[in-house]
């Protein structure tokens, strides 16, 4: 019986990030567009693959493909334009095929927003591959 995937991939798994409210990230409404919301998401679990030496440009070069197949955030309270938040991004949960990455979002030490993805790994016919199974620590370019 292989071991689980945590034990056989050990890594960091969580980073911290600032990032500033720009102007095209605020709606009118004094919040922000989901859209906004999941490239912050996006923000956090690249940088948190980039420390662990995952290239998912490399992986697609190779065949294979990390698909976000699940995205979830609540919004508790709204940071203005220009104002920075911390980007806090966690591995939450692995399993043989998934990888469930965690957010929390920071203001001044308030917590204003949280999320949470999952991905999943495919090869070039869309089928799901095991994650051991897969080259995930290629060289970064």
Known sequence: MNPPVADTMPRP?????DVFVRPN???????????????????????????QGISPRRLEG?????????????LIETVTLDEGFSLWTWES??????????????????????????????DRGRVVQKLEDTPLRTPIE
Not at 13 to 17: G, M, S
Not at 62 to 74: A, M, N, P, S
Not at 100 to 105: C, G, K, P
């Open 25 to 51: 990230e605020q709606s009118r409404t004094d919040g922000y567009s989901a859209s906004t919301m999941v490239r912050w998401l996006e923000l956090g679990r690249m940088e948190l693959f980039r420390r």
């Open 93 to 122: 949960r692995l399993t043989p095929v998934k990888a469930e990455h965690s957010y929390e979002f920071r203001f001044g030490g308030r917590l204003v927003a949280v999320g949470r993805t999952i991905v999943a790994c495919i």
């Open 13 to 17: 798994l969580e980073t911290t990030q």
């Open 62 to 74: 190779l065949g294979y493909f990390l698909v976000v197949i699940h995205v979830e955030y609540d």
